[in-house]
């Protein structure tokens, strides 16, 4: 008996010795985790595309809505400003997110990074969670379809499928200090 209470003991002492020993260490990785990533992403779809199939361009309407997103972002961001914007590369079935993103890069100076393709989200997510944009503020405009899957591959928890007849919803990622990512949907006012 007093064997299985002195081995009791022993195990219980490791235990809280590695526990202790550990602590420093996870919470050392969390604080590397979150320092290296970006400080919010907003992810938007590209603006209102024409009724009819086939055609890579925006509509009337999406230009008009593309034209009031360099009015719109400033609010938005709340007094910080955009670091980099990414933009879904043009193919042949659309150029809609260019066209999307390019009047608020023109009015920022930014350049538009339009170097992924539109299958290519989990790349685009490596490349912001490497470090490089570390603390920055981003955008990026893409396709409905692959948004779900770009905002999990961010580390955030997609609150289902964008919805398909929606051009004016706005995802904003944030990053807490732990290295998790939240999610918040923003309407447009337009």
Do not use: C
């Amino acid at each position: 008996m007093i064997h299985r209470v002195v081995l009791g003991f022993l195990v219980s002492l490791v235990s809280v010795s590695l526990a202790t020993a550990k602590t420093p260490q996870l919470a050392e990785v969390a604080q590397r985790a979150s320092t290296s990533l970006p400080r919010v992403v907003y992810l938007m779809r590209h603006a209102d595309k024409p009724a009819s199939a086939g055609d890579p361009h925006l509509s009337a309407a999406g230009v008009a809505r593309a034209g009031k997103l360099p009015g719109y972002f400033p609010g938005l961001l709340g007094g910080q400003k955009l670091d980099a914007i990414f933009a879904t590369s043009a193919s042949k079935n659309s150029n809609r997110p260019v066209e999307t993103a390019t009047p608020l890069a023109a009015s920022l100076n930014l350049p538009l990074n339009q170097s992924y393709g539109n299958r290519s989200y989990g790349a685009l997510a490596g490349a912001i969670r490497s470090g490089s944009y570390a603390g920055k503020t981003i955008l990026i405009v893409w396709h409905h379809g692959t948004m779900p899957a770009l905002a999990g591959a961010l580390g955030a928890s997609a609150p289902g499928k964008w919805p398909s007849s929606s051009f004016g919803l706005i995802w904003k990622v944030t990053y807490n200090a732990d290295g998790s990512a939240s999610l918040q949907q923003i309407q447009e006012p337009f």
